[in-house]
């Protein structure tokens, strides 16, 4: 799979494979990303404010996904999180819910408007992120390297193909990307 421009906006073949892949990693960025409690209080749900202070996640995931905006001051975090949180989870959620609903079912042709671009942008590079914190990749890391009883062999090379996406799309909207 590769995106290329057209008159339209942009284009990608996926076979049957790949749609399942990117359609089971967008179903698993959205439980990632779930909606959050709002608070009882009817003017701070009115605004989507959660219910009291909110913490930082535990998951490494979460957390690489949802990162604190102050690592310095935890007061500050704290603050931007609870005012930011909802709207970044409803961000990455829409980016998900937009490159499930334009995969063509059982692979085919995608094609993608500018604004479906920057969502499919959007949720690859959360997918990436998630992937990348689960499986621990740093520079060192080489999925060559890895025996392919490894159990991390598959993963790294969905990661890296998401990669490749990212990269593909990123030089269709701008071809000085591009080799």
Known sequence: MRFTRH??????ELDDVEAQVLAQLARELLELV???AVSDDPLAALVGMPPGEVEPP??????R???DAYRDDPAAAGDFRRFTDADLRAGKR???QAVLAS??????????DRDQADQWLGCLNDMRLALGTALDVTEELDP???AEDDPRFQALHVYGWLGYLQESLLSCLDPRLGS
């Open 58 to 63: 535990d998951d490494p995931v979460l957390s």
């Open 65 to 67: 996904l949802l990162p």
């Open 7 to 12: 008159r339209k906006g942009l284009r990608a």
């Open 94 to 96: 829409a980016n998900a």
């Open 103 to 112: 995969l063509p079912e059982g692979g085919g042709r995608l094609e993608l």
């Open 34 to 36: 779930a909606e959050p």
């Open 144 to 146: 060559e390297q890895l």
